[in-house]
């Protein structure tokens, strides 16, 4: 449909991200193979299959972010361009986490629902010192994420009453 509507865009675009697109393609098919290998070897070889697809999923959710960051920035090709959709590539799988998590803290119960706040603390609370996480000179300040997990945490009982479909 790009290229029927919009071949101009379709030529930038494409020709700007045709590496980034073409890992996170490789990436995908990693994860597919994978997937289907797993379920038919043998237990000896699982660990394999589960390493491939774990590193599939990180190749295509950090080419996802390069993607992002290259888009972001208008296709800059400079240093400081190609720094910065990298940076972005590192941060998406961990955005992507965090994600994942509190979907895990919304939909279970017990044992997994603790170990998903536990999971979701962890990535909000980074070792990159920044306003919401900073423990130097914002130390009394908690950011939105972290107000939200607290008080998920101090009660897990109340996600029961978030009304939600179940499947």
Not at 149 to 165: E, V
Request: overall charge positive.
């Amino acid at each position: 449909i790009l290229l029927v509507a919009f071949p101009f865009a379709h030529g930038i675009v494409l020709t700007e991200l045709y590496l980034p697109v073409a890992i996170m393609l490789a990436g995908l098919i990693l994860r597919g193979v994978s997937f289907d290998f797993r379920a038919k070897v043998n237990l000896a070889q699982k660990p394999l299959w589960n390493f491939l697809f774990y590193f599939g999923s990180l190749v295509t959710a950090v080419s996802q972010g390069v993607m992002i960051g290259r888009h972001i920035i208008g296709y800059e090709s400079g240093v400081l361009g190609w720094v910065f959709a990298a940076l972005v590539g590192i941060c998406l799988p961990a955005g992507y986490a965090l994600l994942g998590a509190t979907w895990l803290i919304m939909k279970t119960e017990g044992s997994l629902q603790l170990r998903a706040i536990s999971w979701a603390k962890g990535k909000a609370t980074s070792k990159i010192p920044t306003p919401s996480t900073s423990q130097v000179s914002f130390a009394s300040q908690k950011g939105p994420i972290e107000e939200i997990i607290t008080s998920l945490s101090a009660s897990p009982a109340r996600l029961s009453k978030i009304p939600t479909p179940r499947s």
